[in-house]
Nanobody, 127 residues
Framework: HVQLVESGGGSVQVGGSLRLSCAAS????????MTWFRQTQGKEREGVAA????????YYADSVKGRFTISHDNAENTLILQMNSLKSEDTAMYYC?????????????????????WGQGTQVTVS
């Protein structure tokens, strides 16, 4: 199975930027979907941004469009989330996840239930 490890979280002021990384190791897949989710205590996990295995297709939640950019470095097997113009409401634990089948694109790319592999999360605090 693939292992996912997030990093890059921290504390930042409103309007600032952070760059999250998700290092993948283990199994490799040909046609997958990788997505960043976030969750605050007492709330459901929310899909933030998704990217196809080739990087040609991306999808963003309305709440982050124009501020966040998802990408991946295939050579380093790393998923990236560049977060700019951060708001206090972006404060959350951020997780990366992978759907090895790629079916999430047709069944719900920002739906947590479509993903079988998760990282442990990295905390982002904006104040």
């Amino acid at each position: 199975h693939v292992q996912l490890v997030e990093s890059g979280g921290g504390s930042v002021q409103v309007g600032g930027s952070l760059r999250l990384s998700c290092a993948a190791s283990g199994d490799t897949y040909n046609n997958y979907c990788m997505t960043w989710f976030r969750q605050t205590q007492g709330k459901e996990r929310e899909g933030v941004a998704a990217i196809s295995s080739g990087g040609g297709v991306t999808y963003y939640a309305d709440s982050v469009k124009g501020r966040f950019t998802i990408s991946h470095d295939n050579a380093e097997n790393t998923l990236i989330l560049q977060m700019n113009s951060l708001k206090s409401e972006d404060t959350a634990m951020y997780y990366c996840a992978v759907d090895p089948s790629g079916r999430a694109w047709s069944s719900g790319v920002l739906s947590p239930g479509e993903y079988s592999r998760w990282g442990q999360g990295t905390q982002v605090t904006v104040s």
